[in-house]
């Protein structure tokens, strides 16, 4: 499984929870400043991109568990293809920084039939640039 992005100071799944409880980021982001949470350098608090980054990265590391619990939460998917739609382009954002990694991604998800989705801001894909 390929795993998104480093270790974060923010919890993903805490992130994900908290934004689904509260119904905004903003909200999100007041909770963890009224609970004194820095950033890495010890300065500033967490932002509303920075929350929705780390939610977004828990719901891309953990997809099906994801839709359960988003579900629970209300935010229904009508169909696999309007729910795999959401993801891809959300991940073009978190992973879009590296073409191999959102390829490979893409590849161990079996996502390929939705390159209307990602090409305009990836670009073609070729399987080759995923191989070791």
Same mark, same amino acid.
């Given at each position: 499984?390929?795993?998104? /992005?480093?270790?974060?100071?923010?919890?993903?799944?805490?992130?994900?929870? !908290? +934004?689904?409880? !509260? /119904?905004?980021?903003?909200?999100?982001?007041?909770? %963890?400043?009224?609970?004194? !949470?820095?950033?890495?350098? /010890?300065? /500033?608090?967490?932002?509303?991109?920075?929350?929705?980054?780390?939610?977004?990265?828990?719901?891309?590391?953990?997809?099906?568990?994801?839709?359960?619990?988003?579900?629970?939460?209300?935010?229904? %998917?009508?169909?696999?293809?309007? +729910?795999?739609?959401?993801?891809?382009?959300?991940?073009?954002?978190?992973?879009?920084?590296?073409?191999?990694?959102?390829?490979? +991604?893409?590849?161990?998800?079996?996502? +390929?039939?939705?390159?209307?989705?990602?090409?305009?801001?990836?670009?073609?894909?070729?399987?080759?640039?995923?191989?070791?």
């Amino acid at each position: 499984m390929i795993r998104i /992005g480093a270790p974060r100071i923010l919890d993903g799944k805490e992130c994900f929870d !908290l +934004w689904n409880k !509260l /119904g905004s980021l903003q909200k999100v982001a007041e909770e %963890f400043k009224r609970q004194g !949470l820095t950033g890495k350098n /010890g300065k /500033g608090h967490p932002t509303t991109t920075t929350v929705a980054n780390s939610a977004w990265r828990y719901v891309l590391n953990n997809l099906e568990s994801a839709r359960s619990e988003m579900e629970g939460y209300g935010i229904i %998917f009508d169909t696999d293809r309007e +729910w795999n739609e959401v993801i891809v382009t959300k991940a073009t954002y978190i992973l879009g920084s590296s073409r191999r990694r959102f390829f490979r +991604w893409i590849d161990e998800h079996n996502l +390929w039939e939705y390159g209307y989705v990602f090409e305009t801001r990836m670009g073609k894909a070729d399987r080759t640039e995923i191989q070791e």
